[in-house]
């Protein structure tokens, strides 16, 4: 019968234990950035007429931010409306095709009474089948004075700075009356959901997966309340230099409740830190 010595159920004991005090949670230095940010600038070169937000504004997607100015392009747009709806083109070449086709109709009862000759009833064809062609010509200019309208808005469209996200005013970098070139007139950021970044020690590599759960405590003043976030990437390319690789997370920041840029602590469910291994400190 196999026996176990007092001495080496102590040392199994004392081991098992030893292991647990050396495992830890894994808890790591992070920083709190905004999900997305954007820098708005206009699709074309002008002059800005008016800036309607400011730093710190709240702003939704689809909100009209700035406009540059577009006097020229707002007057062409008009003219290209009215020529778009203009309908008497249509309406005359209609009336050409209905009287050449009632001519066409009483030439052809006396061609086949051979009161006409062939020759009048041809000129009447030829006629009836131009008057059809000045119709869709008509057709055609109208559904093209349509399109020069689309375009016209489209031009106009583009000096109209809209917001692309749900989020605030991070900076206003320019001013009505300034003349831009493409370059940025807004800095935005959204704040909600939030995005973690954190390095982690290789020797976690493998252990912390997309979709894994983990608790935020931001540092913020003597606030200490932790948010439940979760791992949406992690690098697949681990730094030479420094032994680390690159973790993010998300967590929902309802009502822009949190700012963007704090350190915080993270902690990932299910994986521990073995203290006994310097690699595995943060």
Same mark, same amino acid.
């Given at each position: 019968?196999?026996?176990?010595?007092?001495?080496?159920? @102590?040392?199994?004991?004392?081991?098992?234990?030893?292991?647990?005090?050396?495992?830890?949670?894994?808890?790591?230095?992070?920083?709190?950035?905004?999900?997305?940010?954007? *820098?708005?600038?206009?699709?074309?070169?002008?002059?800005?007429?008016?800036?309607?937000?400011?730093?710190?504004?709240?702003?939704?997607?689809?909100?009209?931010?700035?406009?540059?100015?577009?006097?020229?392009?707002?007057?062409?747009?008009?003219?290209? !409306?009215?020529?778009?709806? @203009?309908?008497?083109?249509?309406?005359?070449?209609?009336?050409?095709?209905?009287?050449?086709? !009632?001519?066409?109709?009483?030439?052809?009862?006396?061609?086949?009474?051979?009161? %006409?000759?062939?020759?009048?009833?041809?000129?009447?064809?030829?006629?009836?089948?131009?008057?059809?062609?000045? @119709?869709?010509?008509? @057709?055609?200019?109208?559904?093209?004075?349509?399109?020069?309208?689309?375009?016209?808005?489209?031009?106009?469209?583009?000096?109209?700075?809209?917001?692309?996200?749900?989020?605030?005013?991070?900076?206003?970098?320019? *001013?009505? =009356?300034?003349? /831009?070139?493409?370059?940025?007139?807004?800095?935005?950021?959204?704040?909600?959901?939030?995005?973690?970044?954190?390095?982690?020690?290789?020797?976690?590599?493998?252990?912390?997966?997309?979709?894994?759960?983990?608790?935020?405590?931001?540092?913020?003043? =003597?606030?200490?309340? %932790?948010?439940?976030? *979760?791992? /949406?990437?992690?690098?697949?390319?681990?730094?030479?230099?420094? &032994?680390?690789?690159?973790?993010?997370?998300?967590?929902? &920041?309802?009502? &822009?409740?949190?700012?963007?840029?704090?350190?915080?602590?993270?902690?990932?469910?299910?994986?521990?830190? &073995?203290?006994?291994?310097?690699?595995?400190?943060?």
């Amino acid at each position: 019968m196999f026996r176990v010595s007092g001495f080496s159920l @102590l040392a199994f004991l004392f081991s098992n234990e030893l292991f647990a005090q050396t495992q830890e949670p894994a808890q790591l230095n992070c920083r709190i950035e905004p999900s997305v940010t954007v *820098e708005m600038s206009s699709a074309v070169e002008g002059v800005i007429s008016e800036v309607l937000v400011d730093k710190n504004d709240v702003v939704k997607k689809g909100d009209v931010l700035a406009r540059l100015d577009a006097g020229l392009e707002s007057a062409t747009a008009e003219l290209r !409306r009215v020529q778009s709806e @203009l309908t008497s083109d249509v309406q005359a070449q209609q009336l050409a095709v209905e009287f050449s086709q !009632r001519a066409l109709t009483r030439v052809k009862d006396l061609y086949d009474k051979k009161a %006409a000759s062939f020759s009048e009833l041809d000129k009447h064809k030829t006629e009836h089948a131009i008057a059809q062609q000045q @119709l869709q010509q008509a @057709l055609d200019r109208k559904r093209q004075a349509e399109l020069e309208y689309k375009r016209a808005l489209a031009d106009l469209q583009r000096r109209t700075l809209v917001s692309p996200i749900d989020g605030v005013v991070v900076e206003r970098m320019k *001013e009505p =009356g300034e003349h /831009i070139d493409f370059e940025p007139v807004l800095k935005l950021a959204q704040l909600d959901p939030l995005r973690v970044e954190v390095f982690a020690p290789a020797s976690l590599y493998g252990k912390v997966k997309p979709g894994i759960k983990a608790s935020v405590i931001p540092e913020l003043g =003597g606030d200490s309340r %932790a948010y439940a976030a *979760e791992v /949406i990437l992690v690098d697949q390319v681990i730094d030479g230099p420094s &032994n680390t690789f690159g973790i993010r997370l998300s967590f929902a &920041n309802p009502g &822009n409740r949190l700012p963007s840029g704090l350190k915080c602590r993270v902690t990932f469910e299910g994986v521990t830190l &073995n203290l006994l291994d310097p690699r595995a400190l943060p």
